[in-house]
């Protein structure tokens, strides 16, 4: 079975720009969260899809928002990107979410503010 | 807000058993246990997850103090690819986990 993809794999973007990024989860996982993860502030969750619904959210400012699709892809968005906002950006599927099911990770997308 | 406490690093003979220590003294009884590894810029790895009772599979084993308080996880035969950061993930949240800083293994020649 594959694995978590993301997409794309690197990015580079100038302050002010905006920002999808794509995850595809693990064939029949319909849950997938969204982790940052910088040096300053290690990994910390964004927020969490399920039935293309947002379950949980993380204490990220507004300008940080996602959405899931009827196949259970996700996207994230980051509008008006600072220079902070440059890290590893990783999404995780599970098949439902709750606490006894396991989330999978994506290799994660790096990107880069200028 | 993690809450979980392990150590920031630890050594570890290559061939001999790593053992990973986790105190989460506030843990309560639906809240599970999970670990996870990272390598450098890679997405964590998942490792193992419990309850209550011991676990153990390919990768390690994981044992839980009867109290619940505190964990470790057991690679019995460490190896030069272990070294890695370990996250120990106390989860009652659904799909959030809360990562701490974790510990950083080297396993050593």
């Known amino acids: 079975k594959a694995g978590v993809t993301q997409t794309p794999r690197y990015l580079i973007k100038t302050r002010g720009q905006q920002v999808t990024l794509s995850c595809s989860p693990i064939?029949?996982?319909?849950?997938v969260s969204w982790y940052q993860q910088t040096p300053g502030q290690g990994l910390q969750f964004l927020f969490e899809?399920?039935?293309?619904?947002?379950?949980n959210k993380g204490n990220f400012p507004g300008r940080f928002s996602g959405r899931q699709f009827s196949n259970s892809r996700s996207e994230m968005n980051v509008s008006t990107l600072e220079l902070g906002d440059s890290a590893l950006y990783l999404c995780?599927?599970?098949?439902?979410?709750?606490?006894?099911?396991?989330?999978?990770f994506g290799p994660g997308t790096r990107l880069t503010v200028l | 807000d993690a809450k979980t406490t392990q150590p920031p690093s630890m050594d570890c003979a290559e061939g001999r058993a790593a053992n990973l220590p986790c105190n989460h003294s506030t843990i309560s009884g639906n809240e599970y246990v999970y670990w996870y590894r990272q390598i450098h810029s890679q997405g964590p790895q998942y490792i193992i997850h419990?309850?209550?009772n011991n676990e153990t599979n390919e990768m390690a084993s994981l044992i839980i103090t009867e109290d619940r308080k505190s964990s470790t996880l057991i690679l019995p035969h460490a190896t030069l690819r272990d070294t890695a950061v370990y996250y120990c993930i106390v989860r009652n949240q659904g799909g959030k986990l809360i990562f701490g800083q974790g510990t950083e293994l080297s396993v050593k020649p």
């Open positions: 419990g309850l209550k």
């Open positions: 064939s029949g996982h319909r849950s």
């Open positions: 995780a599927s599970s098949w439902l979410h709750r606490e006894a099911d396991t989330q999978y």
């Open positions: 899809y399920f039935s293309e619904t947002q379950r």
